[in-house]
């Protein structure tokens, strides 16, 4: 053997929260790429930002992989709270990997947000490690744990509905009402399909107020190659809002129904100043103010301002921390459905 033969490193990386037979499965392919291979481990901070729960602490996750043989080296990743970067570009960086290798959920070069810096150390990226692709998920393992222990919830969808067109039917928000039904409809029905999940959407959006907005992570934008509409042929499957739920901040649609952006962060919204001219007077928090019936995620306290600053908008909210939905409009609540 060559002593002098410069080892070939091989590097992966993931949230691995629990880890699965997914996961090791990828290890061995990846370990067989090269001599060492080292496991980019993203830390809480990104599992809290992306899936907006911990099931395994990192120091947990970082044990378990240890042990697991073909593992050299395992790499905690430096994000930190709330993080706009989630690639482990960062880590690349410092380790010079020769080979990064992907599992079943990363197709192709377009998929992943770290080829740059693969190409600035001369990184080959290799893509399907694993043996049968994705063949499982730490998502896929906690809904279903989930769903066992709390009963799946069924929404009567069309009595929200018929409520809705009434709360709405007098609104001097001059959208569409069937726009509005339908991007309820939506929202609704993924909510009898899933548990534990966000959606922050606004329609009526209009390209002035941009200077109001935020792309952290370019991935998630994915209207821009993917164009839907919500009212000409709507379509189930890859791309549809589902696809959003694990994504951050707003979905945007025109008043004709395109969806033009996805994972846009909204700011300089100034809930306070709003709240204060909307409903002048003393209360214990804004919750209160802005007249939810309990303390809210900052989520709804920015969708609410939103349908207060964008003119002529209506903002859709769905709670993963109170089973709630909620239609805004002109700061104020104009529709609340909790789910108790």
Same mark, same amino acid.
Not at 271 to 292: H, M, T, V, W
């Given at each position: 053997?060559?002593?002098?033969?410069?080892?070939?490193?091989?590097?992966?990386?993931?949230?691995?929260?629990?880890?699965?037979?997914?996961?090791?499965?990828?290890?061995?392919?990846?370990?067989?790429?090269?001599?060492k291979?080292?496991?980019?481990?993203?830390?809480?901070?990104w599992?809290?930002?992306?899936?907006?729960h911990?099931?395994?602490?990192?120091?947990?996750?970082?044990?378990?992989l240890?042990?697991?043989?073909?593992?050299?080296q395992?790499?905690l990743?430096?994000?930190?709270?709330?993080p706009?970067?989630?690639?482990?570009s960062?880590?690349?960086?410092?380790?010079?990997?020769d080979?990064f290798?992907?599992?079943?959920?990363?197709?192709?070069?377009?998929?992943?947000?770290?080829?740059?810096?693969?190409?600035?150390?001369?990184?080959?990226?290799?893509?399907?490690?694993?043996?049968?692709?994705?063949?499982?998920?730490?998502?896929?393992? &906690?809904?279903?744990?989930?769903? #066992? %222990?709390?009963p *799946?919830?069924? /929404? +009567?969808?069309k $009595? =929200?509905l018929e409520? !809705?067109k009434?709360? &709405?039917?007098k609104?001097?928000? #001059? %959208?569409?009402? *069937?726009?509005? /039904? +339908?991007?309820? $409809? =939506?929202?609704?029905? !993924?909510?009898?399909?899933?548990?534990?999940f966000?959606?922050f959407v606004?329609?009526?959006w209009?390209?002035k107020w941009?200077?109001?907005?935020?792309?952290?992570?370019?991935v998630?934008?994915?209207?821009v190659?993917?164009?839907?509409?919500?009212?000409?042929?709507y379509?189930?499957?890859?791309?549809?809002?589902?696809?959003?739920i694990?994504?951050?901040?707003?979905?945007?649609?025109?008043?004709?129904?395109?969806?033009?952006?996805?994972g846009i962060?909204?700011?300089?919204l100034?809930?306070?100043?709003a709240?204060?001219?909307?409903n002048?007077?003393?209360?214990?928090?804004?919750?209160?103010?802005?007249?939810?019936?309990?303390?809210v995620?900052?989520?709804?306290?920015?969708?609410?301002?939103?349908?207060y600053?964008?003119?002529?908008?209506?903002?859709?909210?769905?709670s993963?921390?109170?089973?709630?939905?909620?239609?805004?409009e002109?700061?104020?609540?104009?529709?609340?459905?909790?789910?108790?």
């Amino acid at each position: 053997m060559n002593k002098n033969k410069k080892k070939i490193v091989v590097a992966i990386s993931g949230g691995m929260d629990p880890i699965h037979i997914g996961h090791i499965r990828l290890i061995q392919e990846a370990r067989r790429l090269g001599d060492k291979l080292v496991v980019i481990l993203n830390n809480d901070n990104w599992l809290k930002k992306k899936k907006r729960h911990i099931f395994m602490h990192q120091k947990e996750r970082k044990e378990v992989l240890e042990s697991i043989e073909g593992v050299d080296q395992v790499v905690l990743t430096s994000h930190p709270r709330n993080p706009k970067d989630m690639s482990v570009s960062r880590e690349l960086l410092k380790i010079k990997p020769d080979i990064f290798a992907n599992g079943g959920d990363r197709k192709g070069e377009n998929d992943i947000p770290e080829v740059g810096v693969c190409n600035r150390i001369g990184c080959t990226m290799a893509f399907n490690v694993g043996r049968g692709g994705k063949i499982q998920s730490s998502s896929w393992l &906690l809904s279903r744990y989930v769903s #066992k %222990l709390k009963p *799946v919830r069924r /929404l +009567k969808v069309k $009595k =929200i509905l018929e409520e !809705l067109k009434i709360a &709405l039917g007098k609104s001097n928000v #001059k %959208l569409s009402l *069937v726009l509005k /039904l +339908k991007a309820a $409809k =939506i929202m609704l029905k !993924l909510m009898n399909k899933k548990t534990g999940f966000g959606l922050f959407v606004i329609l009526g959006w209009q390209n002035k107020w941009r200077s109001h907005t935020d792309l952290p992570d370019s991935v998630q934008d994915i209207y821009v190659e993917h164009p839907h509409n919500i009212l000409k042929a709507y379509r189930t499957g890859k791309y549809n809002i589902e696809t959003t739920i694990n994504f951050d901040g707003a979905i945007l649609i025109d008043a004709r129904g395109n969806i033009i952006h996805s994972g846009i962060i909204i700011e300089g919204l100034k809930p306070r100043s709003a709240a204060d001219k909307i409903n002048p007077g003393k209360f214990k928090d804004l919750s209160e103010q802005f007249g939810f019936r309990k303390k809210v995620h900052s989520r709804h306290l920015s969708a609410i301002t939103a349908s207060y600053i964008f003119k002529g908008t209506t903002v859709m909210t769905v709670s993963e921390e109170t089973n709630s939905f909620h239609v805004f409009e002109n700061g104020r609540i104009a529709y609340r459905m909790y789910d108790e």
